[in-house]
């Protein structure tokens, strides 16, 4: 019910410890699962009762959390008549060489490239200042998408992210749009908050088909190399480890973080209604789909993972293996998801979601 309860409540005005429970949410509904069973089969069987109204009363929490769509087919294939959408945070191409892997960047091209989605959503991606095409704007054109849109969401000097990069060079880093499909009425909404616009436009696949396509990046919690690092120290070695101050410290980050996400989420849920097409928001939200700004910014929307997916959907590979934070998100009056897959890639540190539709007749 705690979790519950994370979910509608507006942390924008109040930021509260209790937003947190949206990321234990797996964690109660196996909990509660569990305890159906144990009471089934005990003296009092009557309290079952207790975990099953639980999980009914929070059953719009338990279906994106788990994919059990183990029949029917899954189409992840491109094919005529339907559009193939990807998101994927690409983490600046690598350009850190976090990965370690002086491949990673062509690998994540050609992965873009076999896949073929018709649009290609990408976050945390980075272009020349002087230059918008270099290094990665052409190279994507040329695979198949000639129709481009670009968001800077911030700047930097490139010799912050590499050693190898000049003292006067610098990068614009944002959201980006790649479409096989005619990209119209381009908007950039603010949000808020200094740093976080949504880019928006309308996919025009045909003239009886055309979408209010939206890309996003909420904001992240902040964990650099070094708290990752305490992270995974504590989940190995347990509490005997575990520094008051950097908890601490770990807990206030997640909480703020949390607060700044809902108001990001509601300014996102007001601006739906201006919106003359079918919608649909894909990106990189930060957030479990336990959480307030999940639930605020889906409202009637569908889940692509919740319609086709199968298991937890990680989408995040640090911390914990329950994180699915990027989402494609749909209006299911106007598309029927027929395929979802996550390619499971170390390229970034996100995996790219990828989703298959076709189109309903109106």
């Not at 519950?4 to 209790?18: M, Q, T």
């Not at 998801?337 to 109106?362: C, E, M």
Request: hydrophobic share 40%; net charge positive; charged share 25%.
């Amino acid at each position: 019910m705690l979790c519950k309860w994370a979910s509608v409540y507006d942390p924008s005005a109040h930021p509260s410890v209790l937003s947190l429970f949206s990321f234990s949410t797996f964690f109660a509904l196996t909990a509660n699962a569990a305890f159906i069973f144990i009471w089934l089969f005990s003296k009092k069987k009557f309290r079952f009762l207790f975990s099953l109204i639980a999980l009914v009363i929070c059953w719009s929490l338990v279906k994106p959390i788990v994919g059990i769509h183990l029949l029917g087919e899954n189409k992840t294939g491109s094919t005529e008549g339907d559009i193939k959408i990807m998101t994927w945070n690409v983490h600046m191409f690598d350009l850190g060489e976090w990965t370690k892997d002086e491949t990673s960047r062509a690998k994540i091209i050609k992965l873009i490239r076999d896949e073929s989605p018709d649009v290609v959503c990408l976050q945390e991606f980075y272009w020349d200042e002087k230059e918008t095409a270099n290094p990665y704007t052409a190279i994507l054109q040329q695979l198949g998408y000639p129709y481009c849109k670009l968001i800077q969401l911030t700047q930097m000097r490139k010799r912050r992210m590499t050693s190898q990069a000049g003292k006067k060079e610098i990068i614009n880093v944002g959201n980006a749009i790649f479409s096989k499909f005619p990209l119209n009425n381009e908007m950039e909404y603010e949000l808020g908050k200094k740093h976080y616009k949504m880019l928006s436009v309308e996919v025009a696949v045909d003239s009886s088909h055309i979408f209010d396509l939206n890309v996003l990046h909420l904001t992240s919690v902040g964990f650099g190399r070094k708290e990752l690092g305490y992270i995974d120290e504590v989940k190995n070695k347990g509490m005997a480890v575990q520094d008051e101050s950097q908890s601490k410290s770990l807990l206030k980050k997640l909480i703020n973080a949390c607060a700044d996400r809902a108001v990001l989420a509601n300014h996102i849920d007001s601006l739906k209604r201006f919106m003359d097409y079918p919608i649909i928001i894909c990106g990189d939200f930060n957030d479990v789909p336990g959480s307030y700004a999940y639930q605020k910014i889906k409202g009637d929307l569908t889940d692509a993972f919740e319609a086709k997916g199968l298991g937890l959907g990680r989408t995040y590979r640090n911390i914990f293996p329950t994180l699915r934070i990027d989402y494609i998100l749909f209006d299911e009056n106007a598309l029927q998801p027929i395929g979802y897959s996550r390619p499971n890639v170390g390229l970034s540190d996100h995996f790219p979601v990828i989703a298959n539709f076709a189109f309903k007749a109106r």
